[in-house]
């Protein structure tokens, strides 16, 4: 893991937002855990990975939270 990025709090479009700030400041290649309780962000983040052409590692849920692991594209 290279960064983690606490999301939790924040509403769509807010988390994915801090995603691409944060991986934009990371190198190719760099991991970024993020954590969000947004009912929207698990697919907002897969959607929006597709998009960018970044790599969503995982995807889990743990009760009302998602935590998502986020390869930045090289």
């Not at 947004?38 to 935590?67: H, I, M, Y």
């Amino acid at each position: 893991m290279d960064r983690k990025l606490d999301a939790t709090g924040l509403k769509c479009p807010k988390p994915l937002f801090e995603v691409s700030r944060v991986l934009k400041e990371m190198e190719p290649g760099g991991l970024l855990e993020v954590t969000a309780d947004d009912p929207a962000f698990k697919l907002d983040v897969e959607a929006w990975c597709r998009r960018t052409g970044n790599d969503l590692v995982e995807l889990r849920r743990d009760q009302s939270t998602f935590t998502a692991l986020v390869r930045r594209a090289g």
